[in-house]
């Protein structure tokens, strides 16, 4: 399946036209802009996926704008706009539950370093062990969906932009509910 962006040779960030046309607000992102929101915000393709959002963030402000002092691209409208658009398009809950149980890991991970009290050190090791089996049961959920074919009536395949739409509905009506 194909995803709402992909990596030219010149590792530019290339937006598919129709997420373009069912979120406008993509279109007026610079090149720089959407390449951040990529990096920081997709949990499908980018290779940063698995890295905690704070590191992916100050990974991207890094690499994108060469660590210039005070550069936050989420305190401009435009951009949070873009990656709410962004974020309603690839929205799974299984997907932001296995990030935030892989963010969760990386604190116990971090707990784990600095305990020397062997019956501390032992209840960190079986939460992350329990957080552990959480994130690989979730990963094959999600792997498992992802090889499924979306059909409809007639045997036909979902479009790219029908899927963005689902997702789309999906994710309103999940935030709105305040899941």
Request: hydrophobic share 35%.
């Amino acid at each position: 399946m194909e995803w709402i962006f992909h990596i030219d040779s010149q590792n530019n960030v290339i937006l598919d036209p129709d997420a373009i046309k069912l979120c406008p607000e993509l279109g007026l992102l610079s090149k720089e802009e959407v390449r951040y929101i990529a990096m920081v915000y997709d949990n499908v393709k980018s290779p940063y996926r698995f890295m905690a959002k704070e590191t992916r963030r100050n990974h991207a402000i890094q690499m994108i704008w060469k660590g210039k002092d005070r550069v936050n691209p989420e305190r401009s409208e435009k951009v949070r706009q873009g990656i709410i658009a962004y974020k309603s398009m690839i929205y799974c809950p299984k997907r932001e539950t296995r990030n935030i149980l892989v963010e969760k890991k990386q604190s116990l991970d971090m707990l784990l370093i600095g305990e020397s009290n062997p019956k501390k050190l032992k209840e960190i090791v079986d939460a992350i062990d329990i957080v552990q089996k959480r994130i690989d049961i979730y990963t094959s959920e999600i792997d498992r969906e992802k090889e499924e074919i979306i059909a409809i009536k007639g045997g036909k395949q979902l479009s790219l932009i029908e899927i963005y739409q689902r997702n789309q509905k999906k994710f309103r009506k999940d935030k709105q509910l305040g899941a």
